[in-house]
């Protein structure tokens, strides 16, 4: 119990010394002036009025989500701290913490392997690929569904070890609860499913103890096996709310417009993108590098890089299945990463991002599930010594950490942020339009044009930049420039939230030409 104790502790300090500078960071541009800085719902702190709007279908307006308990979260946040950004950013950090902690839980209970669970906690905490979910104030959802995730597993293990009615519900409660912060936990019920197998070894035939387990970490012994049909009558409640969820996320997605339809990306752009995104995913996983806020759609070249994922992806697929029965950890720990992906790989395209970190704050347990006790189990027996193995994973978090700190040092504001995912990303309209916006906001207008600019010759059908463009040219005295961006901007979306303030706009400018004065007023 100390030494459980130990590793716990060393996992929430390791957490905080890394994510401590977020404390000095400011909100950002992207989204999190939706979630807090400009929600009128939400700066009223904890109300009976904003409880009931966040339960309500208009809060999917907001957002394109339905998650009430992430919207409460952020109230509370605003009762305490205001708006303050460093307490909103450390209750993320807290959050972060206490998922990796958890996590140790979990598997320590469910396998019995300490140090093995320590260290896919400890790669949970500290690999660079979850900068963005807790870096970014707006994503507290992900830190937040992952928090009752864990939970979840956690009263599950618990019902498995003592059966009640009660175990059940509070274990099926929390799974509710997880998916009113962030429907992704969707997967769940299969994840369940997977681990039913192992370690629990509750499959008929499977077996909890993983293979080559050094003393002390062999897995508890396998329960009773039940068949695949009992199993899944066992979840059939999980699987009732997992379809719920699904249907009120399509509609809360369709009505904040978040949706693109088959016009913007066609299946083949979606299907290729998936095979893509599933290799950059895993490529990231073990050499973060280039990480972005916002990655751009790539363009369709050749068939062959899609063609090569997806003999990738077959390939380590097969492999798994081959060594199910030897080394049943392979084969859960990728199904794990495979299928926690499937609801933002993108077949069901939301915004237009072609992938995101922050997708990755589930799916890469599996891969740590499957790398943690998969190494010492196919390394020929000379490798595998403690010393070894220590020096190995003592190397790597070492690495992470250090690339994490570095990685959080670009979310200190929205230039740093959106500069550094230009550099990495290439032609990106988004983050140029993001970037122009975080500047026009603080009234430099000059500075903004180029991002802008910028934008529309990456995506000249991006009407956005262009409506910014047209009001930066009416104040510069440019007639001409603001009449043709303007004018795009209604042909483009004449029905958008900008089109009446640029009709408003371009009938002045028409006015000015008209009566010969190239006066115009600033905005």
């Known amino acids: 119990m100390r030494l459980k104790i130990t590793v716990v502790a060393a996992l929430v300090v390791a957490t905080l010394a890394v994510y401590w500078q977020c404390a000095g960071h400011d909100f950002i541009i992207l989204d999190d002036q ?3 800085t400009k929600n009128a719902a939400i700066q009223g702190g904890i109300s009976w009025e904003g409880i009931t709007w966040a339960f309500s279908p208009a809060s999917t307006e907001t957002s394109g989500n339905w998650h009430p308990v992430t919207w409460i979260s952020h109230m509370l946040d605003i009762e305490i701290f205001g708006l303050n950004p460093a307490g909103h950013h450390l209750v993320n950090v807290s959050l972060h913490a ?3 902690a958890l996590l ?3 598997l320590r209970g469910m396998s019995g392997a300490l140090w093995r669970s320590a260290m896919v906690a400890a790669l949970f905490a500290l690999h660079p690929l979850h900068v963005e979910s807790v870096a970014w104030v707006a994503e507290r959802k992900d830190v937040l569904s992952t928090l009752f995730w864990m939970l979840t597993l956690l009263l599950y293990a618990s019902y498995l070890k003592r059966p009640g009615a009660l175990r059940y519900l509070a274990t099926l409660a929390c799974f509710a609860l997880g998916l009113m912060a962030k429907p992704m936990l969707v997967t769940l019920p299969l994840v369940l499913l997977c681990l039913d197998f192992w370690p ?15 003393p002390g970490e062999a897995s508890p012994a ?6 695949l049909p009992g199993l899944l009558l066992e979840k059939l409640p999980f699987f009732v709310l997992t379809a719920i969820f699904c249907a009120v996320a399509i509609y809360a997605q369709h009505q904040g417009g978040y949706v693109p339809d088959l016009s913007a990306f066609p299946l083949r752009l979606r299907l290729y993108n998936a095979l893509l995104a599933y290799r950059d995913y895993l490529a990231n996983a073990f050499w973060p590098h280039d990480l972005a806020v916002h990655y751009p759609f790539p363009g369709v070249h050749s068939i062959l890089p899609a063609a090569g994922s997806l003999l990738l992806l077959g390939g380590l697929s097969l492999a798994a299945a081959l060594k199910w029965r030897r080394h049943p950890y392979l084969a859960v720990g990728w199904l794990w990463f495979l299928i926690t992906l499937v ?3 993108g077949l069901i395209q939301v915004g237009r991002q072609s992938m995101a970190d922050r997708y990755m704050y589930i799916p890469l347990i599996g891969l740590c599930i499957a790398v943690v006790w998969g190494i010492p189990a196919l390394l020929p027996a000379p490798a595998r010594r403690p010393a070894l193995l220590a020096a190995a994973a003592g190397a790597a978090l070492l690495a992470f950490s250090a690339l994490s700190w570095q990685q959080l040092g670009h979310w200190r504001d929205s230039k740093s942020l959106l500069e550094h995912s230009i550099a990495v990303t290439g032609p990106n309209y988004f983050a140029h339009f993001l970037l122009g916006n975080a500047l026009f906001q603080q009234g430099r207008y000059q500075e903004a ?5 910028a934008a529309v010759r990456v995506d000249p059908a ?3 930049a262009h409506y910014k463009i047209g009001l930066i040219s009416m104040m510069n005295g440019d007639l001409q420039g603001a009449i043709r961006h303007l004018s795009i901007t209604l042909t483009l979306a004449p029905n958008s939230e900008r089109s009446g303030n640029a009709r408003v706009s371009l009938e002045r400018c028409l006015a000015i030409q008209r009566s010969g004065s190239h006066k115009t007023s600033p905005l």
């Open 34 to 36: 939706l979630y807090v």
């Open 98 to 100: 206490l998922n990796a």
């Open 104 to 106: 140790f839980l979990v």
């Open 200 to 214: 629990l070894g509750r499959w008929q035939g499977a077996t909890g103890v993983p293979d080559g387990a050094p």
């Open 222 to 227: 396998p329960a009773c096996g039940k068949d």
């Open 343 to 345: 609801p933002v790989i």
């Open 449 to 453: 044009l180029p991002h802008y600019q």
């Open 462 to 464: 991006y009407e956005p």
